[in-house]
């Protein structure tokens, strides 16, 4: 598909990039800054755009990747004495309610939508009088989707779906650990790719429960006529646990319906069973030291690349370079209230706080401009807890040398047999020592993780020196993309007893992303353009739909008869079949056309 670009493109903020996990628990810290530093953007919206047949009392939910000013409710546009931030055609009225987060907006149709009509929505258009913006006042993007609701009531005239037969039956015992829990319904039903939604924010259509039980590491496939669902549990559920379930549990975001827009009824349906011996989940691990209750100070110098082919890995697309302080509030207090952060010069940086946070970031264009603001030496770190007096941290940060880290069998990594045991191999962290540490992690398109080494819980080992680690048979599944990341850093201050009840953390890193795939991996099908920008540092920017989890080089030219097409660069689909691209290359002269090409 082909776009092209004109200079009229309105104008929107950046979009965060997704945030690295790494080991250690440092993922936090590596997250929350990069996301702080840019423009907040809608990850999903339900129903999903082009949607059909959608029950005219279906709420319209979006999602944001970053904490929203929740004191902004939805607004309708009153033309044209004032334009709201979210108009709708036909007009009409919503009632909206923010999440505990502030990162999902619920918007319930304050009488029914019109049946069997498109409806059109404008989030935050050109020109509103009170914009849906992050809790630090950036705006969000002007974005818009269409939907089609079905006859009155959603149901097209057909009855409400029933739930006729479930695996393991209810009150079972003695449960494998690997078994997959199956719904059979007695119609086709609409085969939504989120029913676990993002709980706790976005509640899903099935509520797992258990002790151990992670409802994110489920995930979802419907048969061929769309009317068996089946639930497979990564990982092995924990042993000896009563499993619980719930479909379309009271306050549930997003519901099991039929195909035809008619949901299953509301706590109606329900069950149990128990697993015998084996399996995850069931086991206190706490392998990072202190409690989860406990606070954060953190201290980090990073460099972030991506690795799309057998060639050398280059600097991620958006922000690569970043140094980073993030500080968070024991969970019982005391709070924090202050802080700042004087680096080797003796200049001083303010620490800006957000909620329960303190946070200073940087992201400097390149690595060498990296280096000379942020030198090795002496990093002195001052905060104040209400009703405590100042804490005063001091962390030398040594002069490091780390190579960046690269996967040796990068080709291999994209026929993986899920089936057999797969060896991943990298390069050599060359002069890694005892204050060095390496990590491989392995997660799906949701973000949960599939493998990880080392890993202490089971325990899985992985030394400094390790060119290699095995990914087990069957920890993978088959037809699927996951996104890796190889870690090599070096942690140059860690403590758990200067703050009482905070962990501190000093590290540097390089990170290379990479992408593993199982059998054809998720085959990329068409990919389709569905809205563009200009940002305002120059760059085009898109938003794309294509194959949940698949990779699309995005290519682009000058002139559209052209047979010399050149890479901008890669976007990588989330579980919902969606991506945003930002064209970062220098140089860029316009017209330009775009085209996505499935890797």
Do not use: H
């Not at 903020?13 to 423009?39: K, N």
């Not at 264009?365 to 100042?390: H, K, V």
């Not at 069998?409 to 020592?433: K, M, S």
């Not at 993309?481 to 850093?489: A, D, H, P, Q, V």
Request: charged share 10%; aromatic share 10%; proline share 8%.
């Amino acid at each position: 598909m082909l776009l092209g670009w004109k200079a009229s493109l309105a104008r929107t903020g950046r979009l965060s990039r997704t945030a690295l996990g790494v080991a250690l628990g440092l993922a936090a810290w590596l997250a929350l800054p990069a996301a702080w530093a840019q423009a907040p953007t809608v990850t999903s919206v339900t129903p999903a755009n082009g949607a059909t047949g959608v029950s005219i009392t279906s709420p319209l939910v979006f999602v944001f990747n970053q904490n929203m000013d929740t004191g902004v409710d939805a607004f309708p546009s009153f033309p044209p004495f004032a334009i709201g931030n979210l108009e709708l055609t036909p007009s009409g009225f919503v009632d909206s309610e923010w999440s505990t987060d502030g990162r999902t907006l619920t918007c319930t149709p304050s009488s029914e939508w019109p049946a069997q009509t498109t409806i059109t929505w404008r989030l935050n258009p050109a020109g509103t009088f009170m914009p849906f913006t992050s809790s630090s006042g950036t705006p969000v993007a002007t974005t818009s989707g269409t939907f089609t609701t079905g006859e009155g009531g959603g149901s097209g005239g057909d009855e409400a779906p029933t739930l006729i037969a479930v695996k393991p039956a209810n009150g079972a015992t003695s449960v494998s650990v690997t078994t997959t829990v199956v719904f059979e319904f007695d119609q086709e039903m609409k085969e939504n790719p989120l029913l676990g939604g993002f709980p706790p924010a976005v509640p899903g259509a099935i509520a797992w429960g258990g002790t151990g039980v992670t409802a994110s590491k489920f995930s979802y496939a419907w048969s061929a006529d769309g009317r068996t669902l089946t639930c497979t549990y990564a990982g092995g559920l924990p042993g000896e646990t009563l499993i619980t379930w719930a479909l379309n549990p009271a306050g549930a975001v997003i519901k099991l319906e039929s195909a035809a827009g008619e949901p299953l009824e509301t706590g109606r349906y329900s069950g149990q069973f128990t697993t015998g011996e084996g399996g995850s989940g069931g086991e206190d691990c706490d392998p990072d030291g202190y409690p989860e209750t406990w606070g954060t100070y953190s201290l980090s110098k990073m460099a972030m690349y991506q690795q799309t082919s057998t060639a050398d890995p280059v600097p991620d697309g958006e922000s690569p370079f970043m140094f980073g302080v993030f500080l968070t509030s024991p969970q019982a207090g005391p709070a924090l209230t202050a802080g700042t952060l004087t680096l080797p010069d003796n200049s001083t940086k303010t620490l800006e706080a957000i909620f329960s946070f303190l946070s200073y970031s940087d992201t400097p264009a390149t690595e060498a401009a990296l280096n000379a603001a942020y030198p090795p030496g002496n990093y002195t770190l001052r905060f104040t807890q209400s009703g405590q007096a100042e804490r005063v941290i001091t962390m030398t940060m040594p002069a490091v040398t780390i190579p960046v880290p690269k996967i040796a069998n990068f080709n291999e990594a994209q026929t993986v047999n899920a089936a057999q045991d797969f060896t991943l191999r990298w390069n050599a962290f060359t002069g890694a020592g005892a204050a060095d540490y390496l990590s491989v992690m392995v997660t799906d398109t949701n973000g949960n993780v599939m493998f990880q080494a080392p890993n202490l819980c089971i325990p899985r080992e992985l030394p400094v020196t390790a060119t290699s680690t095995v990914i087990p048979a069957n920890a993978l599944q088959t037809d699927k993309t996951y996104r890796g990341t190889l870690t090599f850093g070096r942690m140059f201050y860690s403590s758990t007893n200067a703050v009482p009840e905070m962990g501190g953390f000093g590290g540097y890193a390089r990170f290379t992303e990479f992408t593993v795939k199982t059998g054809t991996g998720g085959a990329a099908g068409q990919a389709r353009f569905t809205g563009y920008r200009l940002l305002p540092n120059g760059n085009p920017q898109m938003d794309l739909t294509g194959t949940p989890g698949a990779s699309y080089t995005i290519q682009r030219t000058g002139n559209v008869g052209s047979a010399n097409w050149t890479s901008a660069g890669t976007a990588t689909m989330n579980g919902g079949g969606q991506a945003v691209f930002e064209d970062t290359q220098a140089g860029k002269v316009f017209p330009l056309f775009y085209r996505a090409v499935g890797n």
